[in-house]
T-cell receptor
């Protein structure tokens, strides 16, 4: 079974530029998550999708971050404009159903973003 | 108080020893708990999950849960250099109805010395 795919793996941009990340979840997984992991910290949930609807985006900085999951499969996360503090690893994860109490999340390899 | 707290370490143990990793959480109604391992530059991978009080064993790994004390731990027996990684404790925090959010601690860096 193929895992969660993400691209690009690395990205270097200058502040105030825009950037987009792509994620393809495990086939059949209804729930997709975007996490931000700053160096030395645990992953922090940015947004959770159930199929193509948003379940939780309470920690997404909506003035600069946006995300969509068209057709309930692939997802893109965009930052515009980027700030220095956005330098982090952006992890995409997926799970089978609705993020229930015992549901396992499977992580992709992440995109490492450096904002100069 | 942070939702999930871990000692950031580093925790250093000799090869063959038992490594003990600890985690406390603040939400008393949390019901599911996960340990992820993250190698440097890699993404987290699930090692263990535990839902009931007591111990759960899987090979060299044992997860222990004490809901009354809001404490969960991971023991690694016969530690190997390949176990050197950051171990992330994650807790499912209820956010209303049947929706849960997985909240991670900062992680504990474990180094196993040959």
């Amino acid at each position: 079974e193929a895992g969660v795919a993400q691209s690009p793996r690395y990205k270097i941009i200058e502040k105030r530029q825009s950037v987009a990340f792509w994620c393809n979840p495990i086939s059949g997984h209804a729930t997709l998550y975007w996490y931000q992991q700053i160096l030395g910290q645990g992953p922090k949930l940015l947004i959770q999708f159930q199929n193509n609807g948003v379940v939780d985006d309470s920690q997404l900085p909506k003035d600069r971050f946006s995300a969509e999951r068209l057709k309930g499969v692939d997802s893109t996360l965009k930052i515009q404009p980027a700030k220095l503090e956005d330098s982090a690893v952006y992890l995409c994860a997926s799970s089978l159903n609705g993020g229930g109490i015992q549901e396992t999340q499977y992580f992709g390899p992440g995109t490492r973003l450096l904002v100069l | 108080q942070k939702e999930v707290e871990q000692n950031s370490g580093p925790l250093s143990v000799p090869e063959g020893a038992i490594a003990s990793l600890n985690c406390t959480y603040s939400d008393r109604v949390s019901q599911s708990f996960f340990w992820y391992r993250q190698y440097s530059g890699k993404s987290p991978e699930l090692i263990m999950s535990i839902y009931s009080n007591g111990d759960k064993e899987d090979g060299r790994f044992t997860a222990q849960l004490n809901k009354a004390s809001q404490y969960v731990s991971l023991l690694i027996r016969d530690s190997q250099p390949s176990d050197s990684a950051t171990y992330l404790c994650a807790v499912n925090v209820i956010r209303g109805g049947s929706n849960y959010k997985l909240t991670f601690g900062k992680g504990t860096l474990l180094t196993v010395n040959p």
